[in-house]
């Protein structure tokens, strides 16, 4: 049977690229190489990835709060940030389709796409990693108001994980959300001249220590729609690692790896499972 | 009101680059098309991101225009002008 070996939640900043490369000694590299050598270390056979879309695969005219893609690979960014290399991503479309069912059996009623083309988010975090792996995407509506409840996310990852735990293949998996923690994008709250800014700075350390405690409860019931947007409009994205967080199993317990970046808002966390 | 018409704008602005070029060459005729009410239209036109967002256009959306340089827009006065506007703390 397949198994949830980890769980990490990084950053998807389009102009991360850059920045890793003009720094490498900056909290950003340091951060991605040493969950990139976690990942190295555990060796999973697959990803599946918990990733928000920032209005480039889907639209208003058709806007699914979650989404998987069931194909046998998929291709990106078609928001074209310079720094991120196009790249097609092989999948695994029989565990997308099971996955797609079985959360179906769990009251999660997802769309499914099998023709699926991806924006920067997951793209960002493998290309500065250099890894790809075999990804099943799923796609959260969480940056195009109104979104989900935290409690929903984490319950929808919850799905997610007895999914995978229930597919056949014997495949070890890792659980990857991409997104920031706090942050405001292209919205009133962005820094001069900037295209962003980091309002909610108390926000993002307090999700810091309830998660480097491995308390979730406490930081679900915090996580209030309220609290999310008072944090930026693009804070939705902390419900992708609150996915992950479900996937992990019963309790994501402490983590190997937690650490804020406070300038754009996001953190760098890798957990194992079972520990 | 056709918030939907004003995000359509952006999205294919950051999309389709022939579009994006018409839009760039002649604004008011490439609106045309869209199902705009008149203080859309006048806002798009004056790249007043502020009005557009007050109206509840997606600010991702918006900033497709500066990215694409249309509409008097560019980064720094997108910046600007999108600063000015009341957050919308949606949620």
């Known amino acids: 049977m397949a198994r949830v070996i ?10 991360l690229p850059v920045k890793v490369k003009e720094d490498p000694e900056g909290i950003n590299a340091r951060c991605f190489a040493e969950v990139a050598e976690a990942i ?37 960014p078609n928001d074209d940030y310079p720094p991120v290399e196009p790249r097609t991503l092989v999948s695994d479309p029989d565990l997308a389709r099971h996955i797609f069912h079985q959360a179906l059996r769990s009251d999660f009623d997802l769309s ?22 075999v990804v099943v995407p799923i796609i959260l509506n ?29 495949l070890a998996v ?8 706090i942050q405001e994008v292209a919205g009133p709250r962005i820094r001069p001249g900037k295209p962003d800014g980091a309002p909610g700075q108390d926000w993002l350390a307090r999700v810091i220590e309830l998660l480097g405690d491995g308390d979730v409860e406490t930081l679900l019931a915090e996580a209030t729609p309220w609290q999310i ?28 790896l937690i650490e804020p970046e406070p300038e754009t808002g996001h953190m760098f966390a890798f957990w194992e499972a079972g520990r | 009101m056709s918030v939907y018409a004003i995000n359509l704008v952006g999205r294919r602005t950051l999309r389709d680059p022939e579009f994006a070029r018409r839009l760039g060459e ?11 009410a008149p203080e859309e239209r006048e806002a798009l036109l004056a790249g007043d ?36 506007a009341e957050p919308r703390l949606d949620f």
């Not at chain 1, 108001?145 to 056949?168: C, H, K, L, Q």
């Not at chain 2, 002649?26 to 705009?36: C, G, H, M, R, T």
């Not at chain 2, 502020?50 to 918006?62: D, K, T």
């Open chain 1, 112 to 133: 499914r796409s099998e023709s699926l083309q991806v924006d920067h988010s997951v793209l960002v975090p493998l290309q500065i990693m250099d890894i790809s792996p």
């Open chain 2, 26 to 36: 002649d604004p008011a005729l490439a609106l045309e098309q869209f199902d705009l």
């Open chain 1, 40 to 76: 190295g270390e555990l060796e999973p056979d697959l990803v599946v990835a918990f990733s928000p879309d920032h209005l480039n695969t889907v639209f208003f005219d058709n806007l699914p709060t979650l989404l998987v893609g069931i194909v046998d690979e998929f291709s990106g």
């Open chain 1, 174 to 181: 890792l659980v990857l959300a991409d997104g920031g923690v």
């Open chain 1, 229 to 256: 947007a008072e944090a930026g409009n693009a804070a939705g994205e902390l419900l992708t690692a609150l996915a992950m967080l479900g996937a992990l199993g019963d309790s994501p317990g402490v983590p190997r």
């Open chain 2, 49 to 84: 991101v502020a009005a557009l967002y007050a109206m509840g256009a997606h600010e991702y959306l918006l900033m497709g225009l500066a990215r694409r340089g249309v509409l008097g827009l560019d980064m720094p006065t997108f910046s600007e002008r999108i600063r000015a």
């Open chain 1, 142 to 170: 969480v940056l195009a108001p109104p979104v989900m409840n935290a409690t929903r996310a984490y319950a929808f990852g919850r799905a997610v994980g007895e999914a995978i735990r229930s597919y056949e293949r014997d």
């Open chain 1, 6 to 15: 980890a769980g990490c939640s990084v950053p998807h900043n389009p102009f």
